[in-house]
């Protein structure tokens, strides 16, 4: 199903020349997305909204809002990157469906530290938000992964290393996701991991399968062959060296992941708690981490936190929940996480006893680095399931 994203391109009404160069920008970033694979075309009550855009691509749906600065300074950006954030948030509280959100800002010219500051604040305060920052003399950076692949540094400046086949690269969040349909038919567990499954020849393929374009499929399949991680034999594709395609997307998970432990208002039976929680918040919630493994059957550590993936941490989705913010000192009843790569985690979650859960893959990646025994619980999935399903 095709994806709509609403390109909120919210900016200060002006005059003459002020208006041409606002436009400019706009374009700039619709320009961007269409190199993603985005079909853009005009709103048609631009009056109402500015510049609205709507792109069709995949099963996708972003809400992206687009501010201007007059200078590149960061004084002058954050203010702005910060309203944009708080109107599409709104924007997608209004909406229908579940959206992802994109808030950027434009300047000028913005140097290379400037932009630093920004994309810092943004993580910072806003990590839920994918932050772009674009400038005239051709600057784009974005702090989501699954959109650096749209980074340019302007030519003007010294030009960046090449990269490497490092983890934001090999393993963004859209990568993730068709890594796993690449493994699908290896684990053959539809309630281990929900993902198409299939033998696939081409780029083609498999992009049909896991719903991206083509470019992001031949793209991910180009460095797996770069790699060394791609084998093609009798015409299909076929993962090779899976143990260290395994270690590799693991050091992703390395990071600490933004977290907000939560209390219940009315507290009740946990487990059905929990699952209510999930289900009132909507679709993209699971469970993860040690609860995720216990819904596999595989739980080995007990007394584990529960934690539960949600997009973002905002009122509405905690009040739907019914949970609260914990404060210093409480002990919490849940812990709410943001998944680092959110396709990937809710595009493959399953349906388990215990209400939505992350796929065995992601338990894995996920509890590996966990310093409550989380080595410990990852050892026993793998030996349990990944050595003998995806090695074997």
Same mark, same amino acid.
């Given at each position: 199903?095709?994806?709509?994203?609403?390109?909120?391109?919210?900016?200060?009404?002006?005059?003459?020349?002020?208006?041409?160069?606002?436009?400019?920008?706009?374009?700039?970033?619709?320009?961007?997305?269409?190199?993603?694979?985005?079909?853009?075309?005009?709103?048609?009550?631009?009056?109402?909204?500015?510049?609205?855009?709507?792109?069709?691509?995949?099963?996708?749906?972003?809400?992206?809002?687009?501010?201007?600065?007059?200078?590149?300074?960061?004084?002058?950006?954050?203010?702005?990157?910060?309203?944009?954030?708080?109107?599409?948030?709104?924007?997608?509280?209004?909406?229908?469906?579940?959206?992802?959100?994109?808030?950027?800002?434009?300047?000028?010219?913005?140097? *290379?530290?400037?932009?630093?500051?920004?994309?810092?604040?943004?993580?910072?305060?806003?990590?839920?938000?994918?932050?772009?920052?674009?400038?005239?003399?051709?600057?784009?950076?974005?702090?989501?992964?699954?959109?650096?692949?749209?980074?340019?540094?302007?030519?003007?400046?010294?030009?960046?290393?090449?990269?490497?086949?490092?983890?934001?690269?090999?393993?963004?969040?859209?990568?993730?996701?068709?890594?796993?349909?690449?493994?699908?038919?290896?684990?053959?567990?539809?309630?281990?991991?929900?993902?198409?499954?299939?033998?696939?020849?081409?780029?083609?393929?498999?992009?049909?399968?896991?719903?991206?374009?083509?470019?992001?499929?031949?793209?991910?399949?180009?460095?797996?062959?770069?790699?060394?991680?791609?084998?093609?034999?009798?015409?299909?594709?076929?993962?090779?060296?899976?143990?260290?395609?395994?270690?590799?997307?693991?050091?992703?998970?390395?990071?600490?992941?933004?977290?907000?432990?939560?209390?219940?208002?009315?507290?009740?039976?946990?487990?059905?708690?929990?699952?209510?929680?999930?289900?009132?918040?909507?679709?993209?919630?699971?469970?993860?981490?040690?609860?995720?493994?216990?819904?596999?059957?595989?739980?080995?550590?007990?007394?584990?936190?529960?934690?539960?993936?949600?997009?973002?941490?905002?009122?509405?989705?905690?009040?739907?929940?019914?949970?609260?913010?914990?404060?210093?000192?409480?002990?919490?009843?849940?812990?709410? *996480?943001?998944?680092?790569?959110?396709?990937?985690?809710?595009?493959?979650?399953?349906?388990?006893?215990?209400?939505?859960?992350?796929?065995?893959?992601?338990?894995?990646?996920?509890?590996?680095?966990?310093?409550?025994?989380?080595?410990?619980?990852?050892?026993?999935?793998?030996?349990?399931?990944?050595?003998?399903?995806?090695?074997?």
């Amino acid at each position: 199903m095709a994806t709509l994203i609403i390109l909120d391109v919210l900016i200060n009404m002006a005059m003459g020349t002020h208006m041409d160069k606002n436009h400019r920008y706009h374009e700039l970033v619709a320009n961007a997305f269409r190199e993603l694979g985005f079909l853009i075309h005009e709103d048609p009550h631009p009056a109402i909204r500015g510049y609205d855009l709507v792109a069709l691509r995949g099963s996708r749906r972003s809400i992206i809002g687009v501010k201007v600065a007059p200078e590149g300074r960061p004084d002058r950006m954050i203010p702005l990157l910060a309203q944009a954030i708080l109107e599409v948030r709104a924007r997608a509280r209004d909406s229908p469906e579940n959206s992802d959100i994109v808030a950027i800002v434009a300047a000028p010219r913005v140097s *290379r530290k400037a932009a630093s500051a920004v994309m810092e604040f943004a993580e910072q305060y806003a990590p839920d938000v994918a932050a772009g920052i674009f400038d005239l003399d051709g600057r784009r950076s974005f702090s989501a992964h699954d959109l650096q692949e749209l980074n340019v540094e302007p030519a003007m400046l010294p030009p960046q290393p090449a990269m490497s086949a490092s983890a934001p690269d090999l393993f963004s969040d859209r990568n993730q996701w068709m890594l796993k349909v690449l493994l699908a038919g290896r684990l053959n567990e539809p309630d281990m991991l929900n993902s198409p499954v299939g033998d696939y020849r081409n780029a083609s393929e498999l992009a049909k399968e896991a719903k991206v374009s083509v470019m992001s499929a031949y793209r991910l399949l180009e460095q797996l062959k770069h790699e060394g991680f791609l084998h093609e034999s009798n015409g299909l594709i076929e993962l090779v060296r899976v143990r260290d395609l395994l270690d590799r997307w693991g050091a992703v998970y390395k990071r600490p992941s933004r977290e907000m432990p939560v209390r219940w208002l009315i507290p009740e039976d946990a487990d059905h708690q929990v699952a209510d929680a999930m289900r009132a918040y909507g679709a993209r919630a699971c469970l993860g981490l040690f609860a995720a493994a216990r819904a596999h059957g595989l739980d080995h550590v007990s007394g584990a936190p529960v934690h539960v993936y949600v997009p973002d941490f905002n009122d509405d989705g905690l009040q739907r929940m019914g949970v609260v913010r914990a404060l210093p000192g409480e002990i919490p009843d849940v812990i709410l *996480r943001i998944p680092r790569a959110k396709e990937s985690v809710f595009r493959g979650q399953v349906m388990s006893a215990r209400g939505r859960a992350a796929d065995i893959l992601q338990v894995w990646l996920d509890v590996a680095s966990h310093p409550s025994r989380g080595k410990e619980q990852a050892d026993f999935i793998y030996q349990r399931v990944l050595k003998l399903r995806l090695l074997s």
